[in-house]
Structure formats: structure tokens, C-alpha cells
């Protein structure tokens, strides 16, 4: 088997059968106003770390399916509060994992 093919094959089994179920759990059990709060001022919310995961992973499928794409700028700071309800985050990461 062609290495590269079976690295991918493995990483996606990883994150969908891995990561995403635990990553449910844990936003599963935050009560809505802990999504989005933060301890510090200069704190990531959960919720904003999770939009950053999102971003990933969507940019690293982009990247699988169509190598050739190219971004002006990175994510490093891509931690966006969206504000919006738990239900909403687990479909948007759903959707992403999908």
C-alpha cells in the first residue's frame, strides 16, 4: 500500500472514530455559559479553541483534496468567539468532521 494513502487512511479514522466522539463528550458535559467564558482577559474560551480545531481541520482537507491551495495568513490566532448555543458548536463540528 502507497504510504501516504495509508497515513490518511489512518489519521481520518483517528479523528472521526478517536477525537470527535471524545470531543463531544467533553463539550457535552460544559453547561452553556462555560462555552464561551474565559478565566483571563487574554484566555481562549473553549468555545473559540474549538472554532480554531474547526479551521484545521478544515483547511487540512481543503489542502488533502486540492493540494495545491494556498493561504494569505495562518490560524494562530484564529480562536473566534462565536457566541452561539452548545448545539450549534456540536453541529458546526459535526458538519467539519463530517
Not at 14 to 32: F, G, I, Q
Not at 44 to 62: A, F, L, P
Not at 81 to 96: F, G, M, P, R, V
Amino acid at each position: 500500500m502507497n504510504p501516504l494513502l495509508e497515513f490518511e487512511i489512518i489519521s481520518k479514522h483517528r479523528m472521526v472514530n478517536h477525537y470527535y466522539p471524545k470531543l463531544c463528550t467533553a463539550l457535552n458535559s460544559l453547561e452553556e455559559d462555560q462555552l464561551w467564558s474565559r478565566e483571563a482577559g487574554a484566555a481562549n474560551s473553549i468555545g473559540g479553541i474549538v472554532v480554531h480545531i474547526v479551521e484545521h481541520i478544515r483547511r487540512n482537507t481543503q489542502r488533502m483534496l486540492t493540494p495545491e491551495i494556498r493561504y494569505e495568513t495562518g490560524i494562530e490566532s484564529t480562536f473566534t468567539d462565536l457566541n452561539i448555543s452548545k448545539s450549534e458548536l456540536l453541529a458546526l463540528l459535526e458538519s467539519t468532521f463530517r
